[in-house]
């Protein structure tokens, strides 16, 4: 299933990610060369290239998101209340 598509494209996946991750966007044309670059170095070596590091999960990045938000709307609020509280009177 997926779980042996990923496993057997791992080392393009994470490339690609990689890549993605410094340049934010990328042509086709330069995904595709990117591809056939990594594919073709796993050809010539017989050695076992190292596991790639893991990438965050979307379920952590989203949490990690949700955290700032929550964050920020905390020191929205205290900010907004310390500007209440230093108002003059009859405001």
């Known amino acids: 299933g997926i779980k042996r598509i ?9 490339t690609l990610t990689a ?9 086709a044309g330069e995904i595709k060369a990117l591809l056939t670059q990594v ?4 050809n010539r070596s017989n050695i076992p290239l ?4 893991p990438i965050i999960s979307t379920t952590t ?3 990690a998101k ?5 964050k920020a ?4 609020a205290a900010a907004f209340a ?8 009859g405001t």
């Open 39 to 42: 594919k073709e170095q796993v």
């Open 19 to 27: 890549n993605l991750l410094e340049r934010e966007t990328m042509t």
């Open 61 to 63: 990045a989203q949490t």
């Open 50 to 53: 190292p596991s790639p590091q």
């Open 82 to 89: 310390k500007t209440k509280s230093a108002a003059p009177a």
């Open 73 to 76: 709307a905390a020191v929205a």
């Open 66 to 70: 949700a955290a700032a938000a929550k």
């Open 6 to 14: 990923l496993n057997t494209h791992q080392r393009e996946l994470h």
